[in-house]
C-alpha cells in the first residue's frame, strides 16, 4: 500500500502548503538544515509533498521525493509491527520471558538479583535496559563496549547482546520507562523465532504485505542514500566515517557507512534505511486500522500507554505504548496534537506523528541531526500543519 506521490505536489489549501513551505523555507535560509522530504496526508490523501534543499551539498545533488534516509529510531516502530504480528499469530506472548528465545541473556538487577524480562516490557522500554549515549563515559555500557545499533559496523548480534546482558540493569522489569537497547533484543528474538535474520522477517511481516522494498537494513540504491549532517555553529556538518554528537548528558556515536557493512548486526532500534513515502505507508496503515498487518485491537493497545506512567516523570504529558510514544494530555506536554497522538522520531534528524483524530499522518526525514528530530523545525512544522488545517 503506498499513496500516490506527484513531484512537488502540495496541498490544495494553500494556507497549509505555505505554512508548511515557510518552515522548511526557514530551516534552509538559516541553514539548519541541509535537506529534507515532507509529507502530509489526511484522511488518507497525499495533501502536501516536497522535497527540499540537498541530499548531498558537497556534490551539489538536490533532494528528491524517493530520496533513502538512514532512518536510525524510525526502525522501532516497524520492528514493533513484525512483533504484534508475530504475537498475533501466537507465536511470541506479551508475558513470555525473554529467556525463552535468549538462555543466556539475563542482565542482573543493581543488587545483583535476578530479573524477568518479559516481551511486553521491551516494547514499552520498561525492561530496565539503557542506551549507551544515556550513560557518562565511566559507565557500564562503555565499559561493556555496547554498541547502540548507530556505531561499530561488523559487530555481531550475539557479541553486543553477550556485552549488554554483563551490564546491570537500570531497574526491575516494569518499575519504571527508560528508552534503550530493548528493541535491539527483540530484533534477536525475532530472529531466533523466525530462523532467519531480522531483514527477512521485518520484509516478510511488514513490506512485502504493504508491496513497499526500499526500506531494508541495506540501502537497495546508493545513488538516492541522502548524505549525513549534523549540526554546526554556522552551518551543518557533513559526518565522516565516524561522528561524536552530545546529546543529554552523553555522547552518541555514529557511523553512516555501517549501513553499507552486511556484517554489522540488524539493529532493530536503529538499523534501517528507507524513505518518506514507505514510512507513510506505514503509518497510514496504522492509522487506518492495521489492516492488513494487523487487527484494530492490537493496534489500539499499541497506541495506548503500556509503560503505567512511568514516562510521565521524564516527559511531562506523555506516554508510551508499542513502538512510540503517545499524547496522554496535550495542554501539560504544551503540543498542538490531538489527545491519543502518537509519534517517534530518529537521531539522523527525523520526526513523524500520527494524529487519529484529525485523520493526520506527517511524515518528515531530514539528513541533519539533531535539528530534523527536536530542532526547531520540527516545531514551527507542527505549528504550520495545525494553523493550515
Known amino acids: 500500500m503506498s499513496l500516490p506521490l506527484e ?3 502540495h496541498a490544495s489549501d494553500g494556507s497549509l502548503a505555505e505554512g508548511v513551505d ?11 538544515l541541509v535537506g529534507t522530504v515532507v509529507l502530509i496526508a489526511q484522511d488518507g490523501e497525499l495533501v502536501y509533498s516536497r522535497a527540499a534543499g540537498l541530499a548531498d551539498r558537497e556534490n551539489k545533488i538536490a533532494m528528491r521525493e524517493d530520496a533513502i534516509f538512514r532512518l536510525a529510531s524510525v526502525t522501532k516502530p516497524i ?3 513484525a512483533a504484534m504480528r508475530l504475537v498475533e499469530q501466537g507465536r ?5 520471558p525473554i ?6 541473556f539475563r542482565p542482573r538487577l543493581p543488587d545483583e538479583g535476578e530479573a524477568v524480562i518479559r516481551i511486553r516490557h521491551l516494547l514499552s522500554h520498561t525492561s530496565g535496559l539503557g542506551y ?14 555496547v554498541s547502540d545499533g548507530l556505531d561499530m559496523p561488523g559487530r555481531s548480534l550475539a557479541d553486543n547482546l553477550q556485552r549488554l546482558a554483563s551490564a546491570p540493569l ?6 519504571n520507562w527508560q528508552y534503550s537497547l530493548a528493541m535491539d533484543v527483540l530484533g534477536g528474538i525475532l530472529e531466533k523465532e523466525t530462523g532467519g535474520p531480522l531483514g527477512d522477517a521485518v520484509a516478510d511481516l511488514v513490506m512485502k504485505p504493504l508491496g513497499l522494498s526500499d526500506t531494508a537494513f541495506s540501502v537497495r540504491d546508493r545513488s538516492r542514500l541522502a548524505a549525513a549532517y549534523v549540526n554546526g555553529s554556522t552551518e551543518p556538518q557533513r559526518m565522516g566515517d565516524e561522528a561524536l554528537v552530545p546529546i543529554f548528558d552523553g555522547t552518541i556515536r555514529f557511523a553512516p557507512d555501517r549501513i553499507f557493512d552486511p556484517t554489522s548486526y540488524h539493529s532493530g532500534g536503529a538499523g534501517m534505511a528507507g524513505t518518506a513515502s514507505d514510512i507513510l505507508a506505514i503509518l497510514e496503515t496504522i492509522r487506518r486500522g492495521g489492516a492488513p498487518l494487523l487487527s484494530a485491537d492490537t493496534v489500539k493497545t499499541m497506541m495506548t500507554d503500556q509503560a503505567g506512567g512511568h514516562m510521565e516523570a521524564q516527559q511531562a504529558g506523555f506516554g508510551f505504548g508499542y513502538g512510540w510514544s503517545v499524547v496522554a494530555n496535550p495542554i501539560v506536554a504544551q503540543v498542538p496534537f490531538s489527545a491519543g497522538t502518537i509519534k517517534w522520531g530518529g537521531v539522523y534528524g527525523h520526526s513523524w506523528f500520527v494524529d487519529a483524530k484529525m485523520g493526520l499522518t506527517v511524515v518528515a526525514l531530514t539528513n541533519t541531526t539533531l535539528e530534523g528530530m527536536w530542532g526547531q523545525f520540527t516545531t514551527d512544522l507542527a505549528k504550520a500543519i495545525y494553523a493550515g488545517i
Do not use: C, M
Not at 132 to 145: K, V
Open 170 to 175: 537500570l531497574f526491575a522489569p516494569g518499575e
Open 22 to 32: 515557510a518552515a522548511i523555507d526557514s530551516a534552509l535560509a538559516d541553514k539548519r
Open 7 to 9: 513531484n512537488s505536489a
Open 99 to 104: 529467556t525463552k528465545w535468549l538462555p543466556d
Open 132 to 145: 549507551t549515549f544515556a550513560e557518562a563515559q565511566d559507565g557500564p555500557y562503555h565499559h561493556a563496549g
Open 79 to 81: 520492528v514493533t509491527i
Open 92 to 96: 511470541i506472548g506479551l508475558d513470555d
